[in-house]
């Protein structure tokens, strides 16, 4: 049966304590799009009843594309495979590995339209010669919510109130991401150790632990007078995949090696490929940032053409030449605030990089190619979003354990038994699930670059 609508298809692990930049992703649109909007999630299976519906747009997220393997199983390509009448949309972020599994997806399922992290000049060098991708758009990892704001509203704290100076919150890449990957630490490490010797406060973390997700990160960000940050992206694109291979093998064969070794180790490989193609992008740290009112001090970059040096942020370079004069100027109360409201001006008020006119203009990009909304969902109404299958019980269960294995570790640390008898114990398993979580993942995802 033929449905009017787009079919958005994502992975969401149950329970899973994801960045809210994702789910906004995912709501924006249902919530603003002409075209009716069924959105399933593939971590419950395959729903069987959507066999028998053809929708006009079928949607793939970028989260099924988050690693190596891609979050669609053999049900679920073939379903793709067979509506041969829809039109298909991929959407792509971390795009810089696994490039030849990628464009064989692309022709072997027949996606019409891809959308990419890549700017207008860069993407013909990814996708120009795939054939069957009759349009490849460019777009950012995130964009401005209405939930964003509200937060904003909710938690931001008046200047005067904020008691820390300079905040962050990043976690180490992989040297195969190229020399770049260095920046995200190598900013917080910089900046920190000058502010530590000016007994400056700053609230500056790098590693998988200090993460913060939901309303702890929003809070984070409205007691900060600014934020410290780096362009979204690598620079090694690796089109061949010949450094990732390469990666994996002196991983092995070297699994104590620092970032730099193996920076060193990899070169002979992966020096051909620093900044073949430039994928650097904003991020939508930098829109929470202006949303909230924190000043940003970023590393000189292009930012996507978006924010410019000296009017949206103070421009850090990259050596640290200048850091004492970053830190001056940002302790001046009038240039922090000019840069504070251009920020929120450009960027939040103008309404110029919102959610809305980001569908908008995914819409009008289907209506240009001859997909128009035809009313609401006809027929589809009853697929169920969820498939119980056998395997779908753990799945819910097992992490609803470790997040009850979290609240009783945070007990420990608040009872007096706890913290001489039990935290002792329980935090080395932790420690030891933590590391073990960290080495699968980056087994799995080849790293971690996503833009947060």
């Avoid at 679920?76 to 030849?100: H, M, N, T």
């Avoid at 959308?115 to 950012?140: F, N, R, W």
């Avoid at 937060?151 to 919150?169: N, Q």
């Amino acid at each position: 049966m033929s449905v009017n609508g787009i079919l958005l298809i994502f992975r969401r692990p149950f329970a899973f304590r994801d960045a809210s930049t994702i789910r906004e992703h995912i709501g924006s649109f249902q919530r603003h799009s002409k075209f009716p909007v069924r959105a399933v999630n593939t971590a419950f299976g395959f729903p069987g009843p959507l066999l028998k519906h053809e929708f006009d747009v079928i949607l793939l997220h970028y989260t099924l594309f988050a690693g190596i393997e891609y979050g669609l199983d053999k049900r679920w390509l073939e379903y793709i495979d067979g509506c041969r009448g829809s039109y298909k949309v991929a959407f792509f972020q971390d795009e810089y590995f696994g490039c030849p599994k990628r464009f064989a997806f692309l022709r072997d399922h027949g996606i019409d339209c891809v959308y990419t992290l890549l700017d207008e000049t860069e993407a013909p060098k990814v996708y120009g010669d795939i054939g069957g991708v009759g349009t490849v758009v460019s777009t950012l990892p995130g964009y401005v919510s209405s939930d964003m704001v509200k937060a904003a509203h909710r938690f931001a704290l008046p200047d005067p109130r904020r008691t820390v100076d300079i905040g962050y919150r990043s976690r180490p890449l992989s040297a195969f991401m190229g020399r770049a990957a260095w920046e995200k630490t190598g900013i917080a490490h910089g900046v920190r150790q000058r502010c530590d010797e000016l007994g400056m406060p700053v609230d500056i973390e790098t590693d998988e632990r200090s993460r913060l997700y939901g309303n702890d990160w929003y809070r984070f960000l409205g007691r900060c007078r600014a934020c410290i940050g780096v362009e979204a992206g690598v620079s090694v694109f690796d089109l061949e995949g010949v450094v990732y291979q390469r990666y994996r093998e002196l991983r092995a064969a070297h699994p104590g090696a620092s970032f730099d070794e193996m920076v060193q180790l990899l070169a002979p490989v992966m020096d051909p490929w620093e900044d073949r193609v430039y994928y650097r992008t904003i991020s939508p740290r930098h829109f929470e940032t202006a949303a909230f009112g924190a000043c940003q001090i970023l590393f000189e970059g292009r930012y996507s053409g978006i924010l410019e040096p000296g009017r949206h942020y103070i421009p850090l370079a990259k050596d640290f030449s200048n850091l004492d004069d970053v830190l001056r100027r940002f302790r001046d109360p009038a240039v922090r605030r000019e840069i504070v409201h251009n920020a929120h001006h450009d960027l939040i008020a103008s309404d110029a990089f919102s959610y809305r006119r980001f569908v908008q203009a995914f819409d009008w990009t289907l209506a240009r190619e001859g997909v128009s909304p035809r009313g609401s969902i006809v027929g589809a109404t009853r697929i169920r979003l969820m498939s119980l299958h056998p395997e779908v019980l753990p799945r819910i269960l097992k992490p609803l354990a470790f997040r009850g294995m979290g609240r009783v570790y945070r007990w420990t640390q608040q009872s007096r038994i706890g913290q001489k008898l039990i935290q002792p114990l329980a935090g080395r398993l932790i420690d030891r699930f933590a590391t073990r979580w960290k080495d699968r993942r980056e087994r799995r995802n080849g790293g971690d670059g996503r833009a947060s």
